[in-house]
């Protein structure tokens, strides 16, 4: 099994940036992508960003260019810089890995969650 704790995540005007943070323990060494799912009030939970261990990375659209997800491997820690945050992107960010031979699609563990509000 492995636990997420993700830290980071705040109230920021249109424009900020906020970095997240997720600590990964436990059965590390099955992990394969880490990455960020949100959930915005009403709206399905959706995929941000993606990070394999080979260092690949993929983002939603709606993220590209302003949003650079990074991870450290020895710290088994990833990281999402959001840059440029528009109101639109605030949801509830969650942390989560899938192993080898999982689907990002449907991850293996998820973090606790952690709020991101963009005012206007």
């Known amino acids: 099994q492995v636990q997420l704790v993700e830290s980071g995540g705040g109230l920021v005007q249109a424009g900020g940036s906020l970095r997240l943070s997720c600590a990964a323990s436990?059965?590390?060494?099955?992990?394969?992508?880490m990455g960020w799912y949100r959930q915005a009030p009403g709206k399905q939970r959706e995929s941000v960003a993606v990070?394999?261990?080979?260092?690949?990375?993929n983002y939603a659209d709606s993220v590209k260019g302003r949003f650079t997800i990074s991870r450290e491997n020895a710290k088994n820690t990833v990281y999402l810089q959001m840059n440029s945050l528009t109101p639109e992107d605030t949801a509830v960010y969650y942390c989560?890995?899938?192993?080898?031979?999982?689907?990002?699609?449907?991850?293996?563990?998820w973090g606790q969650g952690t709020q991101v509000t963009v005012s206007s």
């Open positions: 989560a890995v899938s192993k080898y031979g999982s689907s990002w699609s449907n991850p293996d563990n």
């Open positions: 990070i394999l261990r080979g260092s690949s990375t």
């Open positions: 436990g059965s590390i060494f099955s992990i394969n992508a």
